[in-house]
């Protein structure tokens, strides 16, 4: 929910998910370069975790519906939760951060009301009604569009982020939960940027006892209370991670927080944000029923994390099955991750007009890149726009995009491209309904 990414309290949904445009990290081993490539396996990597339950809820849909959105080559891998399979990096990390919040409150304490319940085998498939109406999404809200969120209908979607249950589990009652699980969105192509990512989301609600102890008496003072205990919390639970590194907070916005904030930490001679957080807002608090209960609640990107702590330069590479990259993390710790291929990309444009003369045009960037990935998987690295402009006399719009083809565990032939690039540009013509040039 707070994410940036490819990631939920980092991103992304953050503040470019919730108000403007998705930024990328400005981090070394965590951007759009053309610097050493790693293979990726277009093929669906295995799982020790049954898909069987995912699989019969999604069967239960009707997936050829025109109000479906959701592609083949997404649908297949729900299920597979890569934070459940031991030692990936993902699980890796999710391990922690469960273990920091549970020994951070329970140092001298056994009493299990102050340990953080764990969730980490919700179905992804939620209910509009969890996934924007309970967190205070606006109707109108960019991220509730098809171009954003893959629907089933019009009622039902792929998760796009771990707060989606935050709601479920007020109402039951629990006060401390920790939430992990892959979560959906249609999302640009490149190194950062994956249309399916894990997120971890942390709630906390404290009792009026609770703050009457702390001497948090008016609401201003619990207020107060609330917004140290996290921050305190969160800074820790960093410092465990990356060790002793620099920190600093910023002022965020969202909808589900308020105040909201950013973490943003020094690290390899670089600011980067990896968290987003705040005081759960009170209308969410009085809808499930708890008053003006205060508490707080952080989100943050298993891959944003993973990336920087293990140096992976390419998300698409916690999906490959290649024993080069998992035998490096067999150890379940912290390591830094060892490039194993080089191998050229293999560059081709695409320009078309996106619209016919003196009509609106309603071509989406992200369904040009979901045709790309139907067609070549995670052979395809990235897709950029270079060239854009407007017909003077006609006002059609043409776009030029470059889509760059690498495996990590072989060169790609020129022919194969070939047939993979002619491919795309009949499927962009079938399903865009654009112009090629």
Known sequence: MFTSI???YSKKISKQYYSKKLKILPLSCFHNSNGCCYSFSSSTPSSTTSTTSSNIAL???????PKCNIPESISSRIGTNLHLQPNHPLHTIKTKIESYWNTHHNNNNDDTNKTFVTRDDYDPIVSTQYNFD???IPKDHVSRSKSDTYYINDETV?????SAHQTMLLKEGIDRFLITGDVYRRDEIDSSHYPIFHQMEGVKMFSEEELNEAGAMTQLDQLHYVEKDLKDGLEGMVRSLFGDVEMRWGIDYFPFTEPSFELEIYFNNEWLEVLGCGVVHQDIVKAVGR?????WAFGLGLERLAMILFSIPDIRLFWTQDERFHRQFQSGEIVTFEPYSKYPPCLKDISFWTNVDGVKSTFHVND???VIRDIAGDLVEQVQLIDEFVHPKTGRT??????SYRSMDRSLTNEEIDNLQEEVRREVVNRLRVDLR
């Open 134 to 136: 309970s967190l205070l």
């Open 398 to 403: 043409s776009n030029c995009f470059r889509i």
């Open 368 to 370: 040009l890149n979901e």
């Open 158 to 162: 792929l998760r796009t982020h771990t």
């Open 59 to 65: 069967n239960k849909y009707d997936l050829s519906s």
């Open 6 to 8: 490819p990631i939920r």
């Open 291 to 295: 008053g003006d209960q205060k508490g």
